[in-house]
């Protein structure tokens, strides 16, 4: 190397480029060159979004169905509708929920559509045992008690697996 003494001096506004980014791709950042960030972007795009929009539960009547999860999550029936015969549309914060008799996919037999027999999602709460009574109160079908202090499952009337987990 050169002697220091000999080197010019850099502007007073010089900012290396090429260090930080380098020391962010070795501590663990994800700062890449604009090459590198391309070809990531290529190898997953898609034209499905990654995000869910509502969530289908396979119910036999469409009727005491909505009059059970409007029950439990504290809704009104009229803020609920039925529509085509076989879907209800229950108003959620974030991701929907839609009960259906899925007449395309066994509910056009006498027992309906398959049931979850797998919690697939989770309603929320800031209350676990507040909500266990509550669910107790209202004669819900439970599948278990409260796990690890911080989530239990009921059925819903066609025996759907519902998480209920601590927020």
């Not at 027992?111 to 507040?130: C, K, S, V, W, Y």
């Amino acid at each position: 190397m050169g002697n220091p003494a000999n080197r010019k001096s850099k502007p007073e506004y010089y900012k290396p480029d090429i260090v930080p980014k380098a020391l962010k791709l070795i501590q663990g950042g994800m700062n890449m060159s604009d090459q590198q960030t391309e070809v990531v972007r290529q190898s997953v795009s898609s034209p499905i979004n990654n995000k869910i929009g509502s969530i289908f539960i396979p119910v036999s009547n469409i009727e005491h169905s909505r009059d059970w999860y409007c029950k439990v999550l504290g809704l009104s029936v009229d803020d609920c509708p039925i529509m085509n015969g076989h879907l209800c549309s229950i108003p959620m914060q974030g991701t929907g929920i839609l009960l259906d008799t899925m007449p395309s996919w066994g509910g056009d037999r006498p027992e309906g559509p398959p049931n979850i027999q797998t919690p697939a999602f989770m309603f929320l709460t800031g209350d676990l045992q507040g909500s266990f009574d509550y669910c107790k109160r209202l004669g819900v079908d439970f599948a278990s008690d409260i796990e690890h202090d911080h989530w239990f499952v009921v059925k819903d009337p066609d025996g759907n697996l519902l998480m209920v987990c601590r927020e």
